[in-house]
Structure formats: structure tokens, C-alpha cells
């Protein structure tokens, strides 16, 4: 049989691999300071760009789209061309796809500590980044898919499967969870409003998991775990019903991170229960994974490889036990808005995700600089550092979440909250967040030693840009399918497989969201809940900008302990003026969705103060400061085409009312500095009524005073 002769690109793969592990150094840098911010909030060193709002969604984009997918894209990129038997389709598409993701990333290292933001978790960036993410995934696909069809393998193998449904997935997921309307350069407004944004949000957010961090990982892992082992995979049919079923269930489970919020009650169900079936394919992977390594654990005890992955499947088979197990609704009651599933996402994130890259990246480097790894024993040190830094970190998580859960819960014999001020179940767990920091300190030390021997490895070595390679070409491969398995119709066919993928992750996104968006029972509407004012909406503004939503929720639960402490509890109806939502996920601080009311309400001037220096009215509170706010004004010059904006996404403000707005801005503003210019001035501060901190308070005491309104008029 005649071959032919060509040559791989290593060299896109040792951009990628280079971007991979310079991001993470970065990217877990910020991480590092983030945590450390928890424990010290000098930490936050009083700098609008450095406070932990703004830091928190830069340490995880750049942990998800910098360093995992640098890294994605490296294995892809040399996993391809080797199971095609070809070159990459374009050098120039990869390169437009290496430098595009690379530009992507230094946007989104500049515009979020600005306080350019969305604030919807993993898709912070705003339009314009989104436009750019849009182009450069699009011309990822495009030599994906050209490189697969001029492929010297007929078949494709499971790997290719997965980075399939990976492109396919993710593009349909970041243009719907993207649809906003621009109202400036760097500001938009989400399309959807209120419990349909959060429904999106979930949507989008818990399937960026699946397929961002999950599907193309475990197509590495198909690759490179048989690859270092020298063994096939465990069983292909195994293959065959893990990646259908999960990319099929996947796609249904966003709802349970909405459990016992304002989401109608079915939607709600419908993820539970395809959570809890997930268990079966996600496990199908790990089983597949770890046995592929059976008769080979002497070759796991000496390659530093194989530990790396064999810790990573491990962690990706309790992360995947644990969602399930956390999507059911009384184990979500007791974990939702506590540290519990912070160390959840981190088991996954840090072990899976991260010890994967860490064994691709020293399988990787002796073969592309030709040599041998610099030093083993530095790997091994890495590998158990990173062990033990992971276990110090998600272990004091776990705790401080039941002890968060328990106080939060707690009543005295008499029927009262026991800890009826909130601080104190924060003061409580310091300690385990403490413990937390070491964890990712240990960890961190383990990346660096990586950084070191790969360097060393490289400079030890001669680079081959472009390595020979020969293979028969397919036109001479057997065309004899008699007595085939079935599902090679699909390996044949690659079109076929993208369109499979398609239809099956649509079907579930289609169910849950179109009720949600066309039956109107399902957001039944409240009379007294009004548009906000135009000073208010500059204050939603800066509470989206400085990342407030990333600690304090908007969210309360029919939970006793939830009503006794802040009111009566959340309803649909009361956002549907809320582009975006900002129910959050995380409790840091206290929920704020009735901060306004009768119940809660405290004096402008404690939450002029509060935000000034929070330690001052809260001892002991791990609140950053905020006193730029005190100097920056909000624009006005942008409040007609805010006011604009909501029209076109249905608010009712009348038509006119853009050009005139600016006239209540200033009316409203004034009535509030009034009303704490005395008791401000006594501490010598001085007022203006075209101050950020202004519009912000306008917006903390409007918050709950609707609903309420309307509980007083029944």
C-alpha cells in the first residue's frame, strides 16, 4: 500500500502548551490573593482593581478559558493530528485561533478588574469579548472539522467524539446565554430578565462545566491515558453509551442550581432528576478510564503520568458522584450558598482538570524537545504537593460549609435564631479558610516546581517543529464495513456525528426554556413591583461592578430559618424588570433581597459608612472597603440610553422618559444625601449627590420594598 509523506505541527501545540502553563501561573496567582482577601481584607490593599468583587471573576475565567483551555486546545491540537493520520487543515487557522484566544484572554485580564462586567458566572466578559469569543471558536471548528475531512483514518476514534460535541455545545451555549443588548461600548443589558436570565444563566453555566471542562478533558483522557499506558482503551462499547448518554443528560441538569428559588417547581424537578441519572454515564467514563489500566499499576507506581491521571479520573468520579448527590433537594438545602460547594467545584477543578493538564504537559514535553524529562523526582514532588495541597483546601471547605449550614439553621429552645447576626457564622470559620489558603499554597508551589522542570526539560532538549510522518491515505484504506459495529456509520461520517450531537443537547435545553419563556403562568406578574428609578439603575450598575454579587445573594428560600432572618420569601414575579438577575450562588455575606424593607432597612448614612470602611459599623467583617465610590461619579451622560435600553427589553417606562430622566436622577440623589448629610458631616465626611456611593444606596434601599408594599396593601 503506497503512504504518503507529511508532517505534524507541533509547533501550535507548544504555543498552546506554553499559554497553558503561563496562564495558570497567573490565573492561580489571583486565586491565591483571592483567598487570602477572605482571611485579611488589607488583603484587598484598598485599590478598586485589586478588591475581591473584581478579582474573584478574573481568577476563575482565567483558570477556565486561559488555563484549561490553552490546555484544551493543546492536547487537541496533537491528539488530532495523530489519530487522523494528518496535518492540521490551516497553520494559519491555527495560529489566527492561538493569537485570537490569547488577545481574548488579556481583554478579559484588563476589562474585569475595570469593572466591565456582566456579573453572570462564567460569562462575565461583556459584548464585545463575546463577539471575539464567538469568531475565534468559530475558526476553532473550522480546522477541526476540515482537518477530520481530509483525515488517512476512516474511523474516528472516541476522542474525536468528544471534541465534537465540545464545539458544537459550546457555541450553541455562549451565543444563547449571550444575547444582550448593548447600551455602551463596554455595557450591556442581558435579553432575558429575572427568573428566565437565571434559568439561561444555569443552563449555560452548568453545561459550561460539562462541556468546557469536562467533555474535552475526558476526550484527552481517552487519548493519552491508553497513550501512556501503551494499553487500549477498557471497552469501546463502554465508549459508545458513556459519551451519548452524557452529552444527552448533561444538557438537562442547569435547573438544580436553582433549587428552592423563584424557578417554577417543574423546571426545578426536571433537573433533579437528570442530575441524578447522570451518575450512570459519568461513571461509565471513570470505569472506562481507570480500567484501561488494569494489569498496568506497576507502570502507574513509576510514571508520574499515570499518577497525575489516575488522581485526576479519581477526582472526576467523586465530583461526579457529588453533583448528583448535591442536586437532591434535601442535600441542596443544607449545601446551597455555603463554602460546601466551593470545595465541590475545586475537587473537580483542581484534581480533575488541573492534574490532567499537569500529566499531559509532562507526557507532552519530552517528545515534542525529544528528550527526557529533566527531573522525576521533581515531578513526583509536584504530584504529591498538589495531592496534598488539594486535600487542604477542599477538607476545611467541606466543614465550614455544615458549620455555615448549621448556624444559618440553628434555633434556640424558645423558637429564636440563634445566630441571628450573620457575621457571626463568618467570623466563625476563618480558621478554614486559613487552611484553605495553605491548600491552594501547597498547590501553587507544585505548579511553579512543574514550570521548572518543563523549562529545564526544554532547554535539555532540541524543539521539532514539524515532525515526519507517513500514512496510507483513505482512499486505500478497506472499504469492507460487513459485520461492522453500528455506531462506525456514525466514525465514518463525521457530519453526521456533529448533527447527532446537535440534536441531542438541543432537546433538553428546548423543553426546560421554551415554557419558561411562553407560558405566562410560569412567571406569574406582582402589580406593586415598578421599574427602578434612574438613580437606582446607575446603583445596580455599581453593584454589578464591583462584583457584589459574587458574595451576597438576592435570594431567599422557604426555609423558616431564611424568613425569620430576612423576610418573606423570594417570589418570580418580583424581577422581571432584572436585567440581568443577580440571585448569586454564594453567601459570604448576608442575602440582600429585602435590604430595603421595614425589616432590614438601615439609615443611608450606616451603609454610606459600611461601604467606606465596613469594619467600622461591623466589627469583624471580611467586607473589602470600598472608598473610591465615595470619589467617583456615575455618568449621566449614559442614563438616556440606559432608560432606552430597558424599553427595548419591555420595562414599561414611558417613551419619553430617557430625556427627562436625569432630572429624577438628580431629585432622588439630593433627598438622600439630605437625609444623612448631618450625621455624615459630624464624622467629617463630605457629601455630594453625584457620588457612586449615592446611586448604590439608592439601590440596597429600594431592594424588597416593592414586595412589601404589596403584602401591606392585602
Partial sequence: MQKEQFSYDNNIVRLFGNATIFWGVIGMLVGLLAATQLIFPAANLGIEFTSFGRIRPLHTNAVIFAFVGNGIFAGVYYSLQRLLKTRMYSDLLSKINFWGWQLIIVAAAITLPLGFTTSKEYAELEWPIDIAITLIWVVFGWNLFATILKRRERHLYVAIWFYIATFVTVAVLHIVNSFEIPVTFMKSYSWYAGVQDALVQWWYGHNAVAFFLTTPYLGLMYYFVPKAANRPVFSYRLSIIHFWALIFLYIWAGPHHLLYTALPDWAQSLGVVFSVMLIAPSWGGMINGLLTLRGAWDKVRDSVVLKFMVVAITAYGMSTFEGPMLSLKNVNAIAHFTDWIVAHVHVGALGWNGFLTFGMLYYLWPILFKTKLYSQKLANFHFWIGTLGILFYAIPLYWAG???????????????????????????????????????????????????NLIKTAKSGSFEKNEAAEAAPMAELSKNHKDEHWHRLFERKPTLMLIGSLIVILIGGIIEMVPTFLVKSNIPTIEAVKPYTPLELHGRDIYIQEGCVGCH??????????????????????????????????????????????????????????????????????????PWLLDKSYDTTVTAAKIRAMITLGVPYEEDYPERANADVVK?????????????????FEVSPDREIVALIAYLQRLGRDIETKETEQ
Fill in 553 to 626: 445573594t438576592q435570594m431567599i428560600r422557604p426555609f423558616r430559618s431564611e424568613t425569620e432572618r430576612y423576610g418573606e420569601y423570594s417570589k418570580a414575579g418580583e424581577f422581571v424588570y432584572d436585567h440581568p438577575f443577580l440571585w448569586g450562588s454564594k453567601r459570604t455575606g448576608p442575602d440582600l433581597a429585602r435590604e430595603g424593607s421595614s425589616k432590614l432597612r438601615k439609615p443611608n448614612s450606616w451603609h454610606f459608612k459600611h461601604m467606606y470602611d465596613p469594619r467600622s459599623v461591623s466589627d469583624g467583617s471580611i467586607m473589602p472597603a470600598y
Fill in 668 to 684: 432622588q440623589a439630593n433627598e438622600i444625601v439630605e437625609e444623612m448629610r448631618d450625621l455624615l458631616e459630624e464624622d467629617g
Fill in 402 to 452: 455544615f458549620a455555615q449550614s448549621q448556624m444559618w439553621n440553628d434555633f434556640t429552645a424558645d423558637g429564636f435564631l440563634k445566630y441571628p447576626n450573620f457575621l457571626e457564622t463568618v467570623t466563625n470559620i476563618l480558621p478554614m479558610y486559613a487552611y484553605r489558603a495553605i491548600g491552594g499554597l501547597l498547590y501553587y508551589i507544585g505548579v511553579l516546581t512543574m514550570v521548572y
